[in-house]
C-alpha cells in the first residue's frame, strides 16, 4: 500500500514483474507473456483441448478462488467472520478443483508437464493453509503439490523467501 508500490501497480496488489523499463501485472497476465516470450519452456501445452483445461484450471483459482478470500474483500467483514468466509470459498473452490484433477491430473495439474495451471495452485495452496484449509482432504491435489514443492522455480518462488516477505 505505499505510495511508491502504487506507481508500480496502480492496483497495489502483487504480484508485479519488472524486466527492464516494463512492468507487469495480474498473475494470469504475467504468465501468458512469459509463455509467449520463453517459448522454449512452455507453460501451455500445443494441444487445444489440453491448453484449454490448463485455462479452466487456472480460472478456477483466479477467478473463482482468489478473489473472494483476498485482503481487500475480507476487510469488507468483522475479523471474526473473516476466516470462515475464505475457507468457505477456497473449499468450495478445491473441492471444483479436485474433481477436475481426477481426469486431469499426471504428476501435475494438467499430465506430466508443468503448466500454468500449477503455477496458481501452489500460491492459492499457501492461502488454503493461511485460512486453516486441510489441503490433506483434496488427496490429487496433495499428490500434485508434493510434486511440485520440490521443483527448483517452485522452492525458489516460496512466499517466505522472498526478500519483502513479512515475518509469520
Known amino acids: 500500500n505505499a505510495d511508491d508500490y502504487k506507481i508500480i501497480n496502480p492496483m497495489a496488489q502483487v504480484p ?18 512469459l509463455e ?10 500445443k494441444d487445444g483441448v489440453i491448453r484449454f483445461k ?31 468466509w475464505a475457507a468457505k470459498w477456497i473449499f468450495k473452490g478445491l473441492t471444483a ?21 500449477d503455477c ?6 499457501y492461502n488454503a493453509r493461511r485460512f486453516d484449509v486441510d489441503v490433506a482432504q483434496f488427496p490429487n491435489i496433495a499428490r500434485v503439490e508434493k510434486n511440485l ?3 527448483e522455480p517452485f522452492v525458489k518462488a516460496h512466499p517466505s ?7 509469520e
Do not use: H, W
Not at 60 to 81: D, R, Y
Not at 97 to 117: F, P, Q, R
Open 161 to 167: 523467501r522472498q526478500p519483502d516477505c513479512p515475518p
Open 54 to 84: 490448463v485455462r479452466e484450471i487456472c480460472e478456477i483459482i483466479g477467478s473463482g478462488i482468489q478473489p473472494l478470500q483476498n485482503l481487500a474483500v475480507l476487510k469488507q467483514f468483522e475479523e471474526s467472520k473473516q476466516i470462515d
Open 120 to 125: 496458481c495452485l501452489i500460491p492459492q495452496l
Open 16 to 33: 508485479s514483474l519488472t524486466i527492464g523499463d516494463k512492468v507487469f501485472t495480474q498473475s494470469v497476465a504475467i504468465l501468458e507473456y
Open 149 to 151: 514443492e520440490v521443483l
Open 97 to 117: 478443483l479436485e474433481k477436475i484433477l481426477e481426469t486431469s491430473s499426471g504428476n501435475y495439474c494438467v499430465g506430466d508437464d508443468v503448466t500454468m495451471a
Open 36 to 45: 509467449e516470450s520463453y517459448p522454449l519452456k512452455p507453460l501451455l501445452p
